[in-house]
């Protein structure tokens, strides 16, 4: 990332205090999050491996897949390492450009997250409804064209984030009552007109995600009209559950951020330490019920994992 000149009134760390209202059960909290951030970072590491070492993993969903895995272990890293350590030892300390850096993969991860999604929702759409094309338009080339577009592409939307917070002055308290810095917690501590940042920050990454939800329910009604053409019920089925595990992956995604992005912008009365708590559980959740839900409804994956454990 680029070095951020850093002006005298924000030289001095920030400290992110912790869920408010709930410190004095950040030692409890802290069990659930430890157990859930390992079975994510074990899910999507063995997930990620098995379809390295995989020669019959290597189709294009998969190739989503493991982006979606990779991105996954970039969310919950970026955020829950620091959750934890406030958790275990009390209010944290962190420097103005380790709190950019912090923002920036955390929203920067969600971006991509739904462009992934997306990806994944019109390779289930190519796969379902012009199965013959199938290997002509995803082609090798045409997915690493796609993934380097997502990439580029969520990079351009929140980069400008990172420098909009970079130009306000933070004269007043450096305490930020949260886990982890975000963009609009962040700006709300600067004592100058933050006004650019709340209309960007909002808008911009909303109307992007939108986008991709909406192209996401226009695929998945393609399919679904698809599927219920096939002339073979156990074809329906296999297609089916193939779209059931992605569907419930995309609203454990999207409800809860969704959530939480509206209620920063609009959510005046949302008690701040729900909507803390809520913030903790996107990015963590998602990434640890994403490898399980794939684990158990694609039978290509659960065959493998089998095969693995049972040769340990």
Not at 171 to 187: F, L, P, Q, S, W
Request: hydrophobic share 50%; with cysteine; charged share 10%.
């Amino acid at each position: 990332m680029a070095t951020f000149n850093l002006s005298a009134y924000h030289t001095g760390p920030f400290t992110l205090s912790g869920i408010p209202g709930l410190e004095q059960y950040h030692v409890w909290i802290s069990i659930p999050f430890c157990f859930i951030y390992l079975v994510a970072i074990v899910g999507n590491g063995v997930l990620l491996y098995l379809i390295v070492v995989e020669h019959s993993l290597h189709a294009p969903m998969f190739f989503f897949l493991s982006m979606l895995a990779t991105t996954d272990l970039v969310l919950s890293t970026t955020c829950v390492p620091k959750t934890l350590s406030i958790f275990w030892f009390g209010p944290q300390k962190i420097s103005f450009p380790g709190c950019l850096t912090q923002l920036f993969f955390l929203h920067y991860s969600f971006v991509l997250d739904s462009a992934i999604l997306l990806a994944m929702a019109f390779d289930r759409y190519v796969a379902i409804c012009s199965p013959l094309r199938y290997t002509t338009v995803l082609t090798s080339k045409t997915i690493v064209k796609i993934g380097v577009g997502i990439s580029f592409r969520s990079f351009c939307v929140f980069v400008p984030c990172v420098f909009l917070v970079n130009r306000l002055p933070f004269c007043r308290t450096h305490i930020i009552a949260h886990t982890y810095c975000e963009h609009i917690g962040v700006a709300r501590l600067a004592c100058a007109d933050i006004s650019i940042n709340i209309w960007y920050g909002f808008c911009v990454p909303i109307m992007t995600v939108i986008i991709d939800v909406v192209l996401i329910a226009v695929s998945y009604t393609l399919i679904l009209c698809a599927v219920f053409h096939l002339p073979s019920r156990d074809a329906r089925q296999k297609a089916l559950g193939t779209c059931g595990s992605h569907v419930c992956v995309i609203l454990m995604f999207y409800v809860p951020a969704f959530f939480s992005i509206l209620a920063h912008r609009f959510g005046h009365n949302v008690p701040l330490t729900f909507h803390i708590m809520f913030a903790n559980l996107y990015v963590i959740i998602p990434p640890a019920l994403n490898p399980i839900v794939y684990g158990v409804k694609t039978k290509q994956i659960r065959d493998k994992i089998i095969l693995l454990f049972l040769k340990g």
